[in-house]
């Protein structure tokens, strides 16, 4: 029975009684040992490293015994690595590439020999990484990116310190980009120090094995831990990090408060190319370094390890607001901003101009990827939630580097020239072609009213499923968290609302923007309806119906107008009314009335929001009765009265109304919304039915 308390820096989480049912099946316990490993951020970041061992398996060509090594495939990460996302190799043939390999113009060509030498047929791609735990004799390897050892590996004098931590037990290589060479490397380096238990790769990452999964597992372990430990020991003897604090933090509120103002501004800034989605975060790690006084000198490094710059970008953009910057002034503020965001670009131009080769893929998109305001916070802009999420997880890591580094002697980062090499690798370039194509509302937030349920939840189901993220309102909590459970990771969210008052509106179109960096598409849904002769209508009967439907859409429009403003990427403002705004009909005196202002309101502001690119439009619904949350009240009951018939005949009654005579399904409102928001871009002031035709309602 293992027993391990001895780690401080990292989890140990063997399970004994988990290994044992794994018998002693090799390739689940390799696989077991990578998810434990990958559940610790501390010991690797998210989709770094890989993990692989060897065993004897019979050819199936000559019912021979062969040994197969089985590693992580290209992506996916160790944490969630299973059998689907691993390749297993012949070792002999991977061993025998060394023949035919011409050196290192010949990486890309080696990549493609991987599959020629495949045991599994099932097997993931084969990884640049591949050659590197091939060339090792050992049954059991981690290749990891702990923060504290790539610390050692980014410090300067970094062979010189992993003798000073490990003496000669440790091997040490310099950066050499991933690819056959540094396999070739790793192999010398043994071969030099036989009897060592791990390799230091320069600027990069960690070797470390074993002759069981288990030893692997503690093998590495013990060297994260003392690493860390060392780091730690340098830290306190050295009574600061990052040369100390220069500026205060914000207090929290504050630091929020200006978080949300800013982010909108960014976004619009980094939107230069195409629509980004924001994060914010203003984690401790991140707070002591955006306010010390080494952040000037460190922050245009850049990054070092390669999956914290292809992640980041090579170095962040850096935005220090003085005492006289008012953020609520848009248009000082952008003044202020622009020019920092054109500098970047023109930088992130020049670099790309200085390092290119002749076969280099075309530039991308030149705006930051990391924003850091110092007292404030970082913020990162990325295609989707998922990716700035991440992109924010790997500038921590790449700060925890640099403060180890930084404590241990002095950061180093890569050379410019290398870091490009790997960001414009044409293997990179490959991945990213393969990437499928783009939904049509990628990059776009949409906050939407009345979507616990109903019309107003078909409308966010609709909007997500087209590539938004979808920020879901509604007055009762209970109603978003169950609505919020059908959705993806990283794609909703939640802003408790209540639409009559104009702060709770502000306040929730602010969680939005603090949540995904902005709201490009405001979607009012949240409604009620009140069917009653004029003499039985009581004067709260109007006021609700004018404050929901009017007073809502009213509150809404001026906040969202407001954010998009700040954007200047244009946007999209959909209320839904009704048929009732257009047609007079008995019993319907204050919706009616409402649903008209609705309308014109929407007209109004079509006129005036046309500058900013801003489209205004209605959707006309009539008759949604399935799944429709108005007709679960008294309203269908009025109605079914109003006809002489019963409330569960009322589909069939619409139904035959129209001209069409469909059925009105709230999907059928949610694809008139897709409609206006992503089809008809150059409609604003309109008005689209979805009443299956009704003459009286018919606009022109
Ligand atoms: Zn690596």
Redesign the pocket.
Known sequence: MHVQNKYQYVDYLWDDKKAASLKDDQVALFLYRSNILGADLRITNYG???TSCKTIEKDPLTSEDVEVMWIKGSGGDIGTLSRSGIAGLYTSRLRNLKNVYKGLDDEDRMVGLFYHCLYDLDSKAPSI?TALHGLLPFKHID?L?PDALIAVAAAKDSEKVTKEIWGDTMGWVPWQR?GFDLGIQLEQCLNNNPGIRGIV?GS??LFTWGDTSYDCYINSLEVIEKASEFIENKIKAKGNVFGGQKINSLPKQERIEKATQLIPLFRGLCSSDRSMIGHFTDHEVVLEYINSHDLERLAPMGTS???HFLRTKIQPLVISLGQNDNISDNQSIIKKLEPAFAQYRQEYSDYYTNCKKDNSPAIRDPNPVIILVPSVGMFSFAKNKQTARVASEFYINAINVMRGAEAITAYTSLPRQEAFDIEYWLLEEAKLQRMPKEKPLTGKVAFITGAGGGIGKAIADKLAEEGANVVLSDIVEERLIEAIKTFKNDTATYAISDVTDHQSVEQAIEKACLDFGGVDIIVHSAGLAISKPIEDTTEKDWNILQDVLVKGQFNLSKVGASIMRKQNLGGNIVSIASKNGLVAGPNNVAYGTAKAAQLHMSRLMAAELAPDKIRVNTVNPDGVIVGSKIWEGAWAEGRAKAYGITVEELPAHYAKRNLLNEIIYPQDIANAVFALVAVLDKSTGNIVNVDGGMATAFVR
């Open positions: 770094g490293g890989n990484d290749h990116h991933p790769l990069h990452g390890c390669p999956d």
